[in-house]
């Protein structure tokens, strides 16, 4: 079974910055694409980064340059490097993973349950 788990959310001011962090657990294989997505209250959920097992990242418009997105394979873990926060990154962060649990299988998609990231002063 596998277990990916957020930290790191957090109230922090307008201009702040913070550090998310999702670590996977259990039965891995392999880890392939890892992503962060956030949910503010009452809109869609929406992408905000992805990394994939190469090293290659993509942004949304909205963070780029601001956002930073990472992983270590040693850890099985993908961080979320967040500055020049904005009140309107205010939201539920989660990630998600695209992994297999032994050779030769498909991959499937995991979901942490999320954290919460407050931007206010």
């Known amino acids: 079974q596998v277990q990916l788990v957020e930290s790191g959310g957090g109230l922090v001011p307008p201009g702040g910055s913070l550090r998310l962090s999702c670590a996977a657990s259990g039965t891995i294989f392999s880890i392939n694409a890892m992503r962060w997505y956030r949910q503010a209250t009452g809109k869609v959920r929406e992408l905000v980064a992805v990394?994939?097992?190469?090293?290659?990242?993509r942004y949304a418009d909205s963070v780029k340059g601001r956002f930073t997105i990472s992983r270590d394979n040693t850890k099985n873990t993908v961080y979320l490097q967040m500055s020049s926060l904005k009140p309107e990154d205010t939201a539920v962060y989660y990630c998600d993973a695209d992994i297999a649990v032994r050779a030769y299988s498909y991959d499937m998609d995991y979901w942490g349950k999320g954290s919460l990231v407050t931007v206010s002063s």
């Open positions: 990394v994939t097992s190469g090293g290659s990242t």
